[in-house]
């Protein structure tokens, strides 16, 4: 991860989600994108650096957990 914010006061769609992590990512083949840590609730729980893996999800956004956090089963 290069960078975050916590995002408290989000776009209709995550208002019911916030706080959350608003993540920009560095892909390992090359490239960057934006996403969401819905699990992120607070600045101390991800720091720049940390490795994340992208989480699929029913939900609107890319959505990424922390690779301490175990990837969904299926």
Request: hydrophobic residues 40%; aromatic residues 10%; glycine residues 10%.
């Amino acid at each position: 991860m290069l960078a975050f914010t916590i995002l408290t006061v989000p776009g209709d769609e995550f208002l019911n989600d916030a706080p959350y992590a608003y993540v920009v990512v560095e892909l390992e083949g090359g490239g960057r994108i934006t996403g969401w840590m819905p699990s992120v609730r607070a600045e101390h729980e991800v720091a720049i650096g940390d490795r994340v893996h992208y989480v699929p999800s029913y939900r609107n956004g890319v959505q990424f957990a922390k690779d301490s956090e175990a990837p969904p089963a299926g």
